[in-house]
Every structure is written in structure tokens, then in C-alpha cells.
């Protein structure tokens, strides 16, 4: 089996990324993983995160075993939703983390400074402490209604613009997005996108990561521009 990814190259994969895919056991079996990976990896997503809510721990290390080699070989970090203790066993690049999970300060302590870790937030005031915590990166929304979260109400897009000044590490938009909503969302400030369901569902994966990252555009970030 190929070793897991190098965590300087996993921070950097993470600096480059501007799509990021959840694996999502909602939406697709753990069988069609390493398929769905490998055609997304293909269209241009650039950070992946195993999300099994209703799968033993078992069965979500013996998934994330699968796939961390497969995209280690191209130079992409897989991070597990929640369960820190299986970061290490898995090799996986980190973990992401919700606001009711273990803490950024608590899940640092435990992995290290060389994991990636990443927070979901649902307000301005939510981004800017989980920056302060020292998360590695930020997951913003959801913007829209989602079948991911229907618990959570949407933000909206507005809100992107409240966070592109005091937020400087990397934030993903996310929350019932699909091209046109993901072009809104760059015209908002928007640089970089978490989507589910539409690239999961897609008859064609690779091409419907390329058509997200097409909507994203390619003109310097708003947000960079904002600040020079």
C-alpha cells in the first residue's frame, strides 16, 4: 500500500485547493469511493473529506485505508468528518470538525500541529473565532437549504462579504450549491466551494467538477484583492 500523503504536502494541497468534495455516505456507497474519487480528482477537486454518519468506526477506517493511498498518489489529502482517534490508524491528512465535535484547541492537542484541521461555521462570528482557535481552514454555510444539514438554516450568500476581511485562511463556501448558485457566490467574493450532492449525483463527476470550478473563474480573488 502507498504511504499516506506528507503533511507539508497536504498544507499545501490545501492552500492550492479551490474545490472540495465530501464523500458523503448519504449520497453514495462506501463501494463507489475509490471511483467517485479518482473521476473527481480527474475534473479538479482538490481536498476530499469521508463523511459517514450512520457507519461503524470500523467500517470508516477500512474506507478511509482505501483511499488515502489512492489519493496520496496525487498529491491530495483525504481529512475524516469528526473521529480524531482514527486520523492516525487511517492516514489520514486531518480531520474536519462541527461545532458541537471536540474542539479545534482539544483536537491539536491530540493530532498535532501537522494535521489539517477544518471547522464548520454558520455565521461571520463563528468564522472569525474558528480562526482564532487555530483551525487550518474554514467550512462557511451552509448558504443555501441542504439535504447535507436540514437542521441548519442558510446563511445566504450575503454573508460572504462579512468574512473576507478578518478571515485570511482558507474558508469554503457550502450549502446547496450547483454552478449557477456557486456563481453567485464568486460574484459575492467567494474563491473556493465545498460541494456534495450535485458532483456525487452526477452522471458525469468529472465533468461536473470542472463545471463548478469553471463558475469559480480564474481572476485574481476578491478577497486578496481587498487586502493589497
Request: glycine content about 8%; overall charge positive.
Amino acid at each position: 500500500m502507498a504511504p499516506a500523503l506528507d503533511p507539508s504536502r497536504a498544507h499545501a494541497a490545501l492552500q492550492q485547493a479551490r474545490l472540495y468534495a465530501i464523500l458523503d455516505s448519504s449520497y453514495a456507497p462506501t463501494s463507489s469511493w475509490p471511483s467517485l474519487a479518482t473521476k473527481l480528482a480527474d475534473g479538479g477537486v482538490g481536498i476530499f473529506q469521508l463523511r459517514a454518519k450512520k457507519l461503524s468506526k470500523d467500517e470508516i477506517l477500512a474506507a478511509a485505508k482505501i483511499l488515502v493511498p489512492l489519493l496520496a498518489q496525487r498529491g491530495l489529502p483525504l481529512l475524516l468528518n469528526d473521529h480524531p482517534d482514527l486520523v492516525a490508524p487511517s492516514g489520514a491528512a486531518g480531520c474536519h470538525l462541527g461545532q458541537d465535535d471536540l474542539g479545534i484547541p482539544e483536537a491539536r492537542r491530540l493530532l498535532g500541529s501537522s494535521a489539517l484541521l477544518g471547522l464548520s461555521t454558520h455565521s461571520p462570528c463563528q468564522a472569525t473565532a474558528g480562526q482564532a482557535l487555530g483551525a487550518d481552514y474554514l467550512g462557511f454555510g451552509p448558504l443555501y437549504a441542504t439535504g447535507t444539514k436540514p437542521d441548519y438554516p442558510p446563511i445566504g450568500p450575503a454573508k460572504i462579504r462579512e468574512i473576507l476581511r478578518p478571515v485570511t485562511i482558507p474558508f469554503f463556501c457550502i450549502g446547496g450549491l450547483n454552478p449557477d448558485r456557486v456563481t453567485e457566490a464568486a460574484s459575492l467574493g467567494a474563491t473556493r466551494v465545498c460541494v456534495v450532492s450535485h458532483l456525487l449525483l452526477a452522471p458525469d463527476p468529472t465533468k461536473a467538477a470542472r463545471e463548478v470550478l469553471s463558475r469559480l473563474g480564474t481572476s485574481l480573488p476578491m478577497k486578496d484583492a481587498l487586502r493589497s
